[in-house]
């Protein structure tokens, strides 16, 4: 549970300061096909619309009986329950410790409560939860602020204590309003029997938040209206939004009103998603990404009636499919860029997904990890109270359970707008080695300075690694991102050149770049000098990644203009690295039985030096444990041009 905590509270904070966008594809899926006469044609009324059945109506006999069980027990737990304050010194932790986890816990805390009584609740309608529900509400409402601290920066005032007379849209705030406008959808009858003035407090604090300030401004940057850059913020706001406009807006011409403008908003994410469905921000955020934009078209259909529905545009797919595509092993996931390397997936959502868009992959990969995670067998959680997700994760359960498991083995992909390879291979898919590789550029969405880098796996466990990112401060997303050493190329698995790192910018981009692929091998090639600044003096740098079953080959050609010291390769692994002979390390298994991996190369030319970095960020030993190791290839002499190759072959000593 803490591990699953520190995800939540870490993976899925965003920033807009980190937004990619690949270009404008001008797809206009959703307002370039249905204008706001066929929506108002076709949106359902408030009241007409009912996804979900009535508090205690017998359509919860649908949910299984051991999830009913679980999420009574959850809520009964609750009985009586504290609501944690949230002081305005936790607030201002941080502007002035830069620590934003420790206010983040406490709202997320209040939510995650009031999430489950209100699921038990509408399950019995016994009003057994109902006083602690409304004790919930109640100091939900009373705060400043729905969002956390380190959004504040989007109001006028900035950060700090939160501007009540400015209230301004984060993903937080969001997330609140869905969860009380749910609640409304449940509870609302029982709500007024306690008292009127709360359901209308409910209201009114919905429409002076989010309803009025999201329909009346357009500078909100998620929304995309303004130019710049957009992210993952924009559907995961917007799938909120609308849950928020579709339950409790009240004013039929606003509430239509609404609806078609976060279509004209969902479509700007759109538009500037590559054709290959790539999300550069990785796997982790795709739940937030793909998966938010899968929430608010869900949304949509729903409640048309299945007239706005576009899953049948190709993009849509291939964003859906890049889930499994960035898939390992076990619990691992390409990790490239903020994302974490071991990731726990909604199976519900990608159920759902894939058969939108008619995927048996995808909805095959749903059921293996819901058999995997033992998904479905009790209580079904929805991050911090974020009941999009979880409602219909109930009522989909038996039907995932019940549909063929199977773990997805891509031999090889290549996604060509992001540059990101995989290649895997053996008798099984997961034998072997397996290898992911990136080009790309230093300015993508939670970007880390790693052009060129790549890692490997044996048997589906790391050998070389991305060590990803650890638990956000202030620092993460400010001008001191790059003092942080795990954002730094020279802890990702590429050089050091003429003893420079690589540099942030868009402009600071691998060159060059192609890919090949066959049933037994696959190989990626890059010019890496252009990540690097012109002080490092390197005309270029051909990084070849080649992979095989049987081993995985690197091979780095350089040439210099001027070599001022011996230039470095750095290798990042989990597994404790041992000089067993000149120009050969063995890096062994941590899982008894599995065959060592050996990491050879010229030790006429290299100097090997081993480096222990232990690690005390909760975060990053979730993911390796307490300690990684950097081993740095070091050049004996300055050169002006060289090739070095490193090749990883498994076996005994």
């Given at each position: 549970m803490r591990v699953l905590i520190l995800v939540l509270l870490?993976?899925?904070?965003?920033?807009?300061?980190?937004?990619?966008?690949?270009?404008?594809?001008?797809?206009?899926?959703?307002?370039?096909?249905?204008?706001?006469?066929?929506?108002?044609?076709?949106?359902?009324?408030?009241?007409?619309?009912?996804?979900?059945?009535a508090a205690g109506d017998a359509g919860w006999d649908a949910v299984p009986e051991p999830i009913r069980r679980a999420h009574r027990a959850e809520a009964e737990a609750l009985l009586g329950t504290d609501w944690p304050a949230l002081p305005a010194t936790v607030i201002l932790e941080y502007v002035r410790t830069g620590n934003r986890s420790h206010y983040q816990a406490l709202s997320y805390q209040r939510r995650t409560q009031l999430a489950k009584l209100v699921v038990a609740e509408a399950m019995e309608n016994r009003g057994r939860f109902i006083d602690d529900i409304v004790n919930g509400i109640w100091a939900i409402c009373e705060e400043s602020y729905w969002g956390v601290p380190a959004h504040l920066s989007m109001q006028e005032a900035g950060s700090g204590l939160p501007d009540v007379n400015e209230p301004t849209v984060d993903l937080f705030a969001a997330e609140t309003a869905h969860l009380l406008a749910w609640t409304l959808y449940f509870l609302e009858d029982r709500l007024a029997e306690v008292s009127p003035v709360l359901v209308e407090r409910i209201y009114t604090e919905l429409d002076r938040r989010i309803l009025t300030p999201n329909l009346e401004r357009d500078d909100f940057w998620w929304m995309g209206f303004s130019g710049g850059l957009i992210n993952n913020w924009n559907p995961w706001v917007n799938s909120n939004w609308l849950a928020t406009v579709l339950l409790a807006e009240r004013d039929p011409e606003r509430r239509l009103q609404a609806v078609y403008k976060i279509m004209r908003s969902l479509d700007r994410f759109i538009n500037i998603y590559p054709e290959d469905g790539g999300c550069d921000e990785g796997p982790s955020y795709w739940g937030r990404a793909a998966a938010s934009m899968f929430d608010t078209l869900d949304l949509l259909d729903s409640a048309t009636s299945g007239a706005v529905a576009v899953y049948d545009k190709p993009v849509i797919g291939e964003m859906g499919r890049y889930i499994y595509r960035s898939y390992i092993a076990g619990e691992y996931f390409i990790n490239f860029a903020d994302a974490g390397a071991k990731i726990t997936v909604d199976p519900a959502v990608v159920y759902r997904y894939g058969a939108r868009i008619g995927d048996e992959v995808m909805m095959r990969f749903a059921a293996f990890m819901a058999q995997r995670n033992g998904w479905g067998?009790?209580?079904?959680?929805?991050?911090?109270?974020?009941?999009?997700?979880?409602?219909?994760?109930?009522?989909?359960?038996?039907?995932?359970?019940?549909?063929?498991?199977?773990?997805?083995?891509?031999?090889?992909?290549?996604?060509?707008?992001?540059?990101?390879?995989?290649?895997r291979g053996g008798a099984n898919g997961r034998a072997?080695?397996?290898?992911?590789?990136?080009?790309?550029?230093?300015?993508?969405?939670?970007?880390?300075?790693?052009?060129?880098?790549?890692?490997?796996?044996?048997?589906?466990?790391?050998?070389?690694?991305?060590?990803?990112?650890?638990?956000?401060?202030?620092?993460?997303?400010?001008?001191?991102?790059?003092?942080?050493?795990?954002?730094?190329?020279?802890?990702?698995?590429?050089?050091?050149?003429?003893?420079?790192?690589?540099?942030?910018?868009?402009?600071?981009?691998?060159?060059?770049?192609s890919f090949k692929g066959s049933g037994s091998r696959a190989t990626l090639t890059m010019d890496l000098a252009g990540a690097y600044p012109d002080e490092a003096h390197v005309r270029s740098w051909k990084r070849t990644v080649e992979w095989r079953s049987a081993q995985v080959t690197v091979r780095d050609s350089y040439a210099m203009s001027r070599a001022l010291v011996p230039n470095e390769l750095n290798l990042m692994t989990p597994r404790e690295p041992r000089v067993v002979a000149p120009g050969r390390i063995e890096l062994p298994s941590p899982e008894a039985g599995q065959p060592s991996v050996f990491a050879t190369y010229n030790a006429r030319a290299l100097d090997a030096d081993i480096q222990p970095i232990p690690l005390d960020d909760p975060r990053l030993q979730a993911g390796w444990g307490p300690r990684v190791y950097r081993i740095v290839l070091r050049d004996k002499m300055t050169r002006l041009e060289w090739?070095?190759?490193?090749?990883?072959t498994a076996g005994s000593r």
């Open positions: 870490h993976l899925f904070v965003l920033s807009p300061a980190r937004a990619q966008a690949f270009g404008d594809y001008h797809r206009d899926y959703l307002t370039g096909s249905y204008t706001i006469d066929d929506l108002r044609r076709d949106l359902a009324p408030r009241d007409a619309w009912r996804p979900y059945p067998q009790g209580y079904i959680p929805g991050a911090f109270g974020h009941m999009n997700r979880q409602l219909p994760a109930l009522f989909v359960a038996e039907e995932v359970l019940a549909h063929t498991p199977q773990e997805p083995q891509l031999r090889q992909f290549w996604l060509s707008d992001i540059q990101v390879m995989g290649a072997g080695f397996y290898v992911a590789a990136k080009g790309g550029h230093n300015d993508e969405s939670h970007n880390h300075n790693d052009v060129g880098n790549f890692i490997v796996y044996h048997n589906g466990s790391p050998v070389l690694i991305d060590i990803g990112a650890g638990e956000y401060t202030a620092a993460t997303f400010s001008k001191d991102r790059y003092t942080i050493w795990n954002m730094q190329s020279a802890y990702h698995n590429v050089p050091t050149i003429n003893g420079l790192m690589q540099r942030e910018g868009r402009s600071f981009e691998a060159k060059e770049v090739t070095h190759t490193l090749q990883l």
